[in-house]
């Protein structure tokens, strides 16, 4: 069983990548899209292309590439014998998952503020959703040096 689970390890490994590059992928665009939405006007054409283009990354892309990128990690930290196995691993795999739950969490406000720009109701300037748009990408680069370089 054990030795199965071994053999798995680099393919379970391999999706989780795939998942995470997807789901990063729609987290780092989708601010973008807000910062551009913004400036088109309540009503016209390019305001209501920018509601499909939101509404289709983030519930064909984004949702389900996170819910790949959790089951997978999951798995992973299953493992028992890999570096990665939660009652061996270094205090970088718990500092991993503290920010992997800052992502959860800026998931979840994009999906709000996408549901602001479909029903018509964003306040927010571009100015905001720039800004908001380093906030994964300051995670993602915690995250990766932590299962990379494994500091402590
Ligand atoms: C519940 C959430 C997650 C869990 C439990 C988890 C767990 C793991 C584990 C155990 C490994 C294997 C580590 C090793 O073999 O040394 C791994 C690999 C990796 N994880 Fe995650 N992960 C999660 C989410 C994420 C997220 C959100 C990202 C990026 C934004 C990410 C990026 C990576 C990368 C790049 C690798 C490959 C590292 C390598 O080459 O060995 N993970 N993850």
Redesign the pocket.
């Known amino acids: 069983m054990t030795e199965t689970l071994l053999v798995a390890?680099p393919w379970v490994?391999a999706l989780?990548?795939i998942a995470?590059i997807s789901?990063?992928a729609g987290l780092l665009y989708l601010p973008r899209l807000f910062v551009y939405h913004c400036e088109a006007p309540v009503g016209s054409a390019q305001s209501e292309t920018f509601k499909v283009m939101e509404d289709k990354l983030s519930r064909l892309i984004m949702r389900p590439a996170m819910i790949a990128?959790?089951v997978f990690?999951?798995v992973?930290?299953a493992i028992p014998g890999?570096?990665?196995?939660f009652v061996h691993?270094g205090s970088w795999?718990w500092l991993?998952?503290l920010l992997?739950a800052g992502?959860l969490v800026a998931h979840l406000f994009m999906t709000r503020w996408r549901d602001d720009f479909a029903n018509d109701r964003n306040q927010r300037p571009p100015r905001f959703f720039r800004i908001m748009n380093e906030v994964p990408t300051l995670?993602?680069v915690g995250?990766?040096l932590c299962?990379?370089v494994?500091p402590f």
């Open positions: 390890y490994k989780h990548v995470v789901w990063m990128t959790l990690g999951l992973l930290i890999t570096p990665g196995h691993a795999l991993k998952l992997v992502l995670l993602m995250i990766v299962v990379i494994k």
